[in-house]
């Protein structure tokens, strides 16, 4: 611990490096401050009252707005829009031809593709403040008029914008990926809540030192197997055959292309739970006593007998709720993970790339038989990295009853995932800096 505070001394003195770091945490409490600023036209008890029976989907949104969702902020739709419209546009690029070639085109078709990510996130921004706006009046969360709603979502579209802005900012003057860090300062700022909230259950005499010390350690333990599932990659060796020009020969090196073990990272988590919870975030919406009664009046039922219904949805398509649920959840998580990878990691363009630069795996013919290899590769350390991802997604719905503290969500799921995830990441940012400048790092 010594060594790696002497090593951040040493990158605090680099005067550019130091100036990223303070401009990051300038952005952070530029992103904190925002988040408490309030919207009108919100009842605030009806709010939490409706939170506490959304269940987990809401949690996690909310952990990842850094409790703006609950707060009901200019910054309640978080940075999400803007992940949203990416992967769309990661998906049209599969089915559109044109767009992939533009995403071959190099810095031009990068910023191309990105210009036109952040006018699909305006969409998004816009359905998305709408259709929360809707699900909230209908809960009678919502106690504005049609005038004050049009501001309300204004607003929320605006907070999104700020958002992509400094993120853009971040990723160009600090250290790290904009976005990753946003997110990761929501789920920090988080974190204060629950411990506070952790703090009175146990001046409460609710739990004991000895439930939050297995807290602990389940914590340890989690953040152990995610530092090694994060770095954890099978290295495929790569021979470059010799090319004389001239005078100069050219080639003839061996390197390695790594392959992650948890190639999509989050995403499949994100994905997954939003499929998983969809029907019960319908049945909620329709729970209300004004469209229980238009349901019962339609299909000529008793309005209890379509309460019980929609509560059974909600149960039946909660996870952590029953065994079922859980365990769609689970596979869906792997399906999202495979699905994902397939997204991002294109073993027919590496192949036809190495082909290209006249580098072949050893013992492997270029070409169709290279792609082959590499998919039978990637399908196996894929699938430990969704084994994995299945785990670490079911942990947040279980930790809680396991250890008896049920006011601190990051030790188990997708938060956890995404701190030490950015962490690593941020912190390899800062190695790379301090590398160029002969300094030792944080990392051996």
């Not at 055959?241 to 050219?250: M, T």
Request: charge should be positive; include cysteine; glycine fraction near 10%.
């Amino acid at each position: 611990m010594r060594e790696r505070l002497s090593s951040f001394a040493q990158a605090m003195r680099v005067p550019d490096l130091r100036k990223r770091i303070l401009f990051v945490f300038a952005m952070l409490g530029v992103y904190v401050a925002c988040a408490h600023v309030p919207l009108p036209g919100i009842d605030r008890a009806q709010l939490e009252q409706l939170f506490r029976g959304v269940g987990g989907l809401g949690e996690l949104l909310d952990a990842f707005a850094g409790g703006s969702l609950r707060r009901f902020s200019v910054m309640a739709l978080g940075i999400m829009p803007y992940i949203s419209a990416a992967i769309i546009m990661q998906l049209l690029a599969m089915a559109i031809p044109a767009l992939e070639e533009l995403q071959k085109e190099g810095e031009y078709g990068r910023q191309k593709i990105n210009a036109w990510t952040k006018y699909l996130t305006l969409v998004v921004c816009v359905l998305q403040a709408f259709g929360m706006i809707a699900f909230l009046r209908g809960n009678q969360a919502f106690i504005g008029d049609t005038l004050l709603m049009l501001y309300v979502v204004l607003m929320l579209v605006a907070g999104t914008c700020f958002l992509m802005w400094m993120a853009d900012l971040v990723t160009e003057h600090g250290i790290g990926q904009g976005v990753s860090i946003l997110i990761f300062a929501g789920i920090i700022t988080y974190m204060p809540q629950e411990v506070a909230a952790t703090v009175r259950l146990l001046q409460g005499g609710e739990i004991s030192l000895a439930n939050i010390a297995f807290l602990g350690i389940i914590m340890y333990a989690t953040v152990y197997v995610i530092v090694i599932f994060e770095q954890a990659e099978r290295k495929i060796p790569v021979q470059y055959a010799k090319r004389v020009r001239g005078q100069r020969v050219y080639g003839g090196q061996t390197s390695y292309l790594p392959l992650k073990v948890n190639q999509a990272g989050v995403m499949p988590i994100i994905f997954a739970i939003s499929v998983a919870m969809f029907p019960g975030q319908i049945a909620q919406g329709l729970s209300s006593p004004a469209m229980t009664a238009r349901i019962a009046e339609t299909f000529r039922i008793g309005e209890e007998a379509v309460s019980r219904a929609m509560f059974s949805l909600v149960q039946f398509t909660s996870p952590g709720e029953n065994i079922f649920a859980s365990f769609l959840y689970f596979v869906l998580v792997i399906i999202f993970t495979y699905f994902y990878t397939a997204v991002t990691f294109n073993p027919e363009q590496i192949s036809e790339n190495l082909q290209k630069n006249g580098g072949a795996v050893p013992g492997i013919r270029p070409g169709q038989s290279t792609r082959d290899y590499l998919d039978r590769i990637l399908y196996r350390i894929t699938l430990a990295g969704a084994l994995f991802l299945g785990v670490v997604a079911l942990m947040q719905f279980y930790v809680g009853d396991i250890t008896g503290v049920t006011t601190f969500t990051l030790v188990g799921g997708t938060s956890l995932l995404i701190v030490v995830g950015v962490a690593l990441h941020t912190t390899q940012q800062i190695e790379a800096q301090l590398l160029m400048r002969h300094y030792k790092g944080f990392l051996k």
